[in-house]
């Protein structure tokens, strides 16, 4: 008799790969810990829930690398994106979700596949090799325990960050007589009009007042073993990066670019916050990369300084969890098994992948190679010409040693167009004329995607025929 695989986590990554098992053929055990064991960021019972925004970021296949690792999750089978689809709500360019359709979708499909069975608490350490094939999905809040035993088995360290979460604010409680819809430059994306955006500006003296009263503010404190944990770069509190200085935000979440005040046309903002949807109601809104520490009475006071803000009703005011990730370039071989126990794999952002889409893409994979192994076949990786292969060779093998303290620089990282192998992409218009600085980067960024998306649809091919064969 063949033993389940047994996934370890319902967060995104372990749901994708429940589902990717289960449509290959394969018996499954899905553990999740919640209810029976609560964590600090998570509200609900439900799989693949969304803690920090409800946005998977640009769903544009052509032009940017988490968009074109959308497309090819699609083409995959992806039960993270067939969902996320089905419940997306208007963002201008983003793919953003309803929280609750999205994790009640996902929910029913797993609880309902006849090759999957949930089983409702913690797994408290590695389990050992007769349990047979094994993915350790927990994400970033793993249990303390299971830690543990995941250094023990590994021989490392493990490594640590915090990421911090954004306030939603009640819609009806915005002054929409300040504030105004529009998405910058106008852009529609799925679902969107092009004013899919909330948008609150500020002057100069408010921006200002803003930034001292961030810099000011008192924050949420460390426990001493937490004082040397670093942030990811990706997440930062809004209050940290006020420390890096004064124009930082106004080159980040505020920047006021692509944006006119229709109560005020003929004065440019200084900076300007931008609102998102947050639900399929309308009713919420996700406060745009507004990440923070800061405690739950110093955010209401500052936030209620913001012209719109005024009178704002918080759904959820922002807070901060603990992260961990593995030094999977380290530990893992190139299809995700722990190199000190090959019946373990591991996946999402545990691995130190950043990201909602990031973490199921890896989930998939692992899935994919462990049903291969279940076939008898090879585990064959995809290409790192593809997105879902340059963000694997990241993890897996795209670090670097420090030269003068000796050690791996691995960090979690969002897919991007960085990872990828280089591309000839035109440089020169139809009629000639040379492409220009920016126009190049589309050129490429372009020439980058399509490459991707034809070895991907090879990829895929490739492992459907190799299955039928055997």
């Avoid at 208007?90 to 009640?104: C, E, K, M, N």
């Avoid at 209401?300 to 012209?307: D, E, G, K, S, T």
């Avoid at 893992?332 to 889409?357: M, N, S, W």
Wanted: proline letters at 6%; aromatic letters at 6%.
């Amino acid at each position: 008799m063949i033993n389940p695989v047994h996934i370890i986590g319902a967060g995104l990554a372990g749901s994708e790969a429940a589902w990717q098992l289960a449509e290959a053929g394969h018996s499954v055990v899905l553990h999740e810990m919640r209810p029976a064991v609560k964590t600090a960021a998570h509200q609900t019972d439900g799989f693949a829930e969304l803690v920090c925004s409800n946005s998977f970021r640009s769903d544009d296949a052509q032009n940017n690398a988490v968009g074109l690792l959308h497309e090819e999750m699609r083409r995959a089978g992806s039960l993270i994106m067939q969902i996320g689809d089905a419940n997306q709500v208007p963002a201008g360019g983003a793919l953003a979700v309803d929280r609750i359709g999205f994790s009640d979708g996902v929910s029913e499909r797993l609880r309902h596949h006849p090759m999957i069975r949930i089983e409702i608490g913690p797994v408290e350490s590695l389990p050992p090799a007769d349990w047979g094939h094994v993915i350790v999905a927990t994400g970033p809040l793993t249990s303390p325990s299971l830690a543990d035993s995941i250094r023990s088995a590994s021989g490392q360290d493990q490594l640590a960050f915090f990421d911090a979460i954004a306030p939603i604010i009640h819609r009806e409680s915005i002054d929409m007589d300040k504030a105004w819809f529009q998405s910058r430059y106008d852009k529609a994306g799925p679902g969107g009009t092009g004013a899919d955006y909330i948008n609150c500006p500020l002057n100069k003296q408010q921006y200002d007042a803003f930034i001292d009263a961030l810099l000011a503010a008192e924050t949420a404190d460390f426990h001493e073993w937490e004082k040397d944990t670093p942030y990811f770069d990706g997440c930062l509190p809004i209050e940290v990066m006020a420390t890096r200085g004064r124009e930082t935000l106004r080159h980040g979440p505020m920047k006021p670019v692509g944006l006119t005040n229709p109560h005020d046309p003929a004065v440019k903002s200084h900076a300007i916050i931008q609102l998102r949807q947050d639900n399929a109601l309308g009713t919420l809104y996700n406060m745009v990369g507004f990440q923070t520490k800061m405690k739950y009475g110093e955010q209401v006071q500052i936030l209620r300084a913001v012209p719109g803000l005024e009178n704002a009703e918080f759904a959820r005011l922002g807070g901060l969890h603990r992260n961990t990730f593995i030094n999977s370039p380290k530990l893992l071989d190139p299809t995700l098994r722990l190199k000190a126990a090959p019946h373990i794999r591991f996946a999402g952002q545990i691995t130190g992948c950043e990201g909602y889409v990031e973490s199921a893409a890896i989930g998939l994979l692992a899935a994919r190679f462990c049903a291969a192994e279940l076939s008898g076949l090879k585990a064959t990786v995809p290409p790192q010409t593809t997105a879902h292969g340059a963000l694997l060779a990241h993890i897996t093998g795209g670090h670097l040693i420090d030269p003068l303290e000796k050690k791996s620089t691995f960090q979690p990282m969002n897919v991007n167009f960085g990872l990828f192998p280089p591309v000839e992409a035109p440089t020169k218009h139809p009629d000639g004329k040379r492409m220009k600085g920016k126009e190049k980067t589309v050129s490429r960024r372009q020439a980058i995607s399509a490459r991707a998306l034809q070895d991907m649809d090879a990829w895929i091919a490739e492992r459907r025929n190799e299955k039928a064969a055997a």
